[in-house]
């Protein structure tokens, strides 16, 4: 049986992956600075020595790195740039044959404008997080032996989400109105068990290459904080605001859609086939029982 090892096995993604492909039966190693895992992973840099979390490993998942821009850009650049070309050769040299970087939609774009964002398009990041995680699939991309896929998720969703999600979340059970009833962007978003699903179809027969990955359809903040309310019971609450929703975070009143049309046909996996309304309504409920 192949060995897979995944890195950043203590984490948000990581942990949740690493129980679904041991719940199918498949041999994994597990590698994090957190416990629970089979071995401690080194500082993310490009002098980590990754020998012995490879040895026999078949497949890599690379997961570990920090997941937000509020980093210097430096470091955000040495763990997640640096780190993953030390992986990347080390995996390579290691007769890896699969490799899985998870970075992204920032990487593209920080925004969507007429159309969601695909692979083919020129990819514009605007903070050090999408610089640092472009930068990273290039590494990657470049040892072709590898069979490198790259994956790159809009915001991930699940009842256990911190950060970003966990403040939605929190915002959709507070008692206030909310004004987003005259935002009309669109914001892709994917359930952690989607990208799962994902990951594990990356890991079969297929193209090396670079992959959007999203549920559909891209829903405005109000159809996104609707949704979280029918799921926690309530009414979605929403007015209009008129020119002052402008006022909002950018994250809130911006378009950033992607389009995963080429992964669907490149690994025959209909991720965006999940309506991302009733995912997110399963993940309220979920949330609110905890």
């Given at each position: 049986?192949?060995l897979?090892?995944?890195?950043g096995?203590s ?12 719940a199918?039966g498949r ?12 071995v ?14 490879l040895?026999?490993?078949h ?7 920090p ?8 470091v ?9 070309a030390?992986?990347?050769a ?6 890896v044959?699969?490799?899985?970087f998870?970075?992204?939609?920032k990487?593209a ?5 007429d159309?969601?964002?695909?692979e083919?398009?020129p ?10 995680k ?11 032996g590898?069979n ?18 966990a ?7 507070s ?15 994917i ?10 179809a990356?890991?079969?027969?297929g193209?090396?290459?670079?992959f959007h990955v ?27 605001a008129?020119?002052?929703?402008a006022?909002a975070?950018?994250?809130?009143t911006?378009?950033?859609a992607?389009?995963d049309s080429a992964?669907a ?11 991302t ?6 993940c ?7």
């Open positions: 049986m192949s897979i090892l995944i890195t096995a984490g948000f993604i990581g942990a949740a992956l690493a129980s679904a492909l041991r199918e041999m994994v190693r597990t590698a994090g600075r957190g416990g629970g895992v089979d401690a992973a080194p500082a993310l840099s490009a002098h980590a020595d990754w020998r012995a979390a040895a026999g490993a497949s890599v998942i690379h997961l570990a790195g997941a937000h821009a509020r980093f210097d850009e430096a955000l650049r040495g763990a997640i740039s640096e780190g993953a030390a992986l990347a080390q995996a390579e040299a290691a007769g044959r699969r490799f899985i998870i970075s992204s939609i990487a774009a920080a925004r969507s404008h159309r969601p964002i695909s083919r398009d990819p514009a990041p605007e903070d050090g997080y999408g610089r640092a472009l930068a990273a699939e290039r590494a990657v991309l470049a040892h072709a590898l490198p896929v790259i994956l790159r998720p809009p915001l991930v969703f699940a009842p256990d989400a911190k950060a970003n999600f403040a939605l979340l929190r915002l959709a059970a008692p206030l109105p909310l004004p987003f009833a005259g935002v009309h962007n669109t914001r892709s978003l359930a952690r068990a989607s990208l799962i699903g994902a990951i594990k990356a890991l079969g027969e193209p090396a290459g670079v999203c549920n559909g359809p891209a829903l405005s903040t109000g159809e996104i904080i609707a949704a979280l309310r029918r799921g926690l019971g309530r009414p979605p609450g929403l007015f209009n008129g020119p002052f929703a006022l975070p950018a994250a809130l911006e378009n950033l992607s389009d992964f046909a490149a690994y025959g996996y209909a991720g965006a086939a999940m309506d309304a009733a995912a997110l309504e399963a309220a409920r979920d949330w609110k029982a905890r």
